[in-house]
């Protein structure tokens, strides 16, 4: 009987390694069709900063780290003083009494931003909110303003107001008047009518409270 086997080399084989080119890496050709994504939108803000020597004299209350307090005196004018008296001060060319000086304490605002114009492209997305966070950031690291941030609160249309805007992020109007507006529209869950005007400061330790959470809302 004849055995139809086929006879199989059973030796191990052994692989031959060849010579291949290197590979070097080379930039990639530019993708045609392909467009930059927008960049996110942002709010409009128009800053200035005013100097101390700008010597604006501020009313109402105010902390005392935005405001040089200066003992000043002064004088009331000769019709005043004629006027509360009703005295003459000169007779036949002579003084006849000396006008009495008095001493007042003025606040001068120190070096700081003040915010001339916000505008968001987007209302209650964060915008707003992120503009003014960047500000506060640019304030705090200013050596000279250390933080300081001043407004104004005026209407530019009839309906609208910024005072509520402000007042969320920590802003408060040097009038304490306003500011109880301000709480009640608050509580009450209301618009600012009518609009609150006046300027409004950012207190320090609110300031800080913006810049670690970055939204009060």
């Known amino acids: 009987m004849i055995n139809n086997i086929t006879t199989t080399d059973v030796r191990p084989q052994m692989s031959v390694a060849k010579a291949t080119p290197s590979v070097t890496s080379m930039s990639m050709p530019a993708i045609l069709g392909f467009k930059t994504p927008q960049l996110k939108e942002k709010a409009t803000i128009r800053v200035k900063k005013i100097k101390r020597g700008d010597n604006i004299i501020i009313p109402g209350e105010i902390d005392d780290n935005y405001v040089d307090i200066v003992e000043e005196e002064f004088t009331p004018s000769q019709s005043s003083y004629n006027n509360s008296s009703g005295g003459n001060f000169f007779a036949n060319g002579s003084l006849l009494f000396q006008t ?3 001493k007042r304490k003025t606040k001068y605002l120190k070096n700081c931003y003040i915010i001339d114009y916000i505008q968001s492209p987007k209302a209650r997305c964060g915008l707003g909110t992120a503009a003014i966070k ?18 104004f609160s005026a209407p530019i249309m009839k309906e609208s107001s910024p005072a509520l805007f402000f007042y969320k992020l920590g802003f408060r109007f040097t009038d304490p008047q306003c500011n109880q507006v301000m709480e009640e529209c608050l509580l009450k869950n209301m618009p600012d009518l ?7 400061y950012l207190p320090k330790n609110r300031l800080q409270k913006l810049l670690m959470y970055g939204d009060l809302f």
Do not use: C, N, W
């Open 100 to 102: 009495p000086t008095y």
């Open 194 to 200: 009518p609009a609150q005007i006046g300027m409004m």
């Open 134 to 151: 960047q500000l506060a950031e640019k304030a705090m690291f200013d050596s000279k303003a250390e933080g300081r941030i001043v407004t």
